[in-house]
């Protein structure tokens, strides 16, 4: 049973967050931002935008490009922690080189490409054009605000725990995360720093989480010999739970002070 549920898990999509995961992000921006036209627009397409922060998956594997724009594996750019970041996309493809980029993923930009798509939308204001911006940056925030998409050992491989990343991200938030009552307001602010800076920031935050994982999860599993739910209930009461729900927190307030900047940036 145990081996063969581990063999399940590790063949998982990789899809961070999972659906439940990333419409949670949105629901906390929307809940974060403050009272104001914006948070009355968003409001009234909350449920576009949360499917809208699905797509990025949804294309994922058919469109060219798309699947290294989910992960930042940081390591293969530079040792922790990474001192030359933030810098521009130009710059990291003439330091390390598109082969490099396309291995090792380029969330960051991602982030900061939606977010500069989110201002030219709301300037023009056509709906359209501000779910497909909202919904990506939503989607690659979120991303970024799992740990294991900073890292190449994304998997838990070097430590011989083969279908962490769904586990994590998926397997219990599905089981076990209540959208409303694990909501801890984190009221949005303008984002002076600009949104690569602020997306690197999130990535060093996230990367020690790494480590701290995959420990806890050796610990979990050295306590129960089947992988039942007494199992699955330990690691969510404990640090697997609590991680996932601060990082879904933090994503959540993070978006909100993105799109709250966007907004005014765009000159709403």
Do not use: C
Request: aromatic fraction near 12%.
């Amino acid at each position: 049973m145990r081996r063969g549920l581990m063999l399940l898990l590790l063949f998982l999509p990789a899809l961070a967050w999972g659906p439940k995961g990333h419409k949670a992000i949105v629901q906390y921006a929307i809940w974060n931002l403050p009272e104001g036209e914006l948070k009355s627009l968003l409001t009234g397409w909350e449920e576009e935008l949360k499917d809208a922060s699905l797509d990025p998956d949804r294309r994922r594997n058919r469109v060219p490009g798309e699947a290294h724009r989910h992960f930042f594996s940081a390591e293969l750019y530079e040792p922790w922690p990474f001192p030359s970041f933030p810098m521009t996309l130009a710059e990291a493809r003439s330091r390390f080189g598109e082969a490099t980029l396309e291995k090792a993923g380029v969330l960051p930009w991602a982030i900061e490409e939606s977010y500069r798509s989110l201002v030219r939308a709301f300037r023009a204001g056509e709906k359209a054009a501000i779910l497909r911006a909202a919904g990506d940056l939503a989607h690659y925030l979120g991303d970024a605000h799992q740990p294991l998409h900073t890292t190449l050992d994304f998997d838990g491989q070097s430590w011989l725990n083969g279908g962490i990343h769904a586990l994590f991200e998926s397997t219990l938030l599905d089981a076990y995360f209540d959208e409303r009552a694990d909501y801890r307001p984190r009221p949005a602010r303008v984002v002076d720093e600009g949104a690569l800076a602020l997306a690197f920031a999130v990535i060093r935050e996230d990367y020690p989480l790494v480590r701290t994982l995959n420990e806890e999860l050796w610990k979990v599993k050295r306590l129960y010999s089947e992988f039942d739910r007494r199992y699955y209930q330990a690691l969510w009461r404990g640090l697997f739970g609590e991680i996932a729900r601060v990082q879904l927190r933090r994503a959540g307030g993070r978006l909100a002070s993105l799109y709250l900047t966007a907004w005014r940036e765009a000159g709403r």
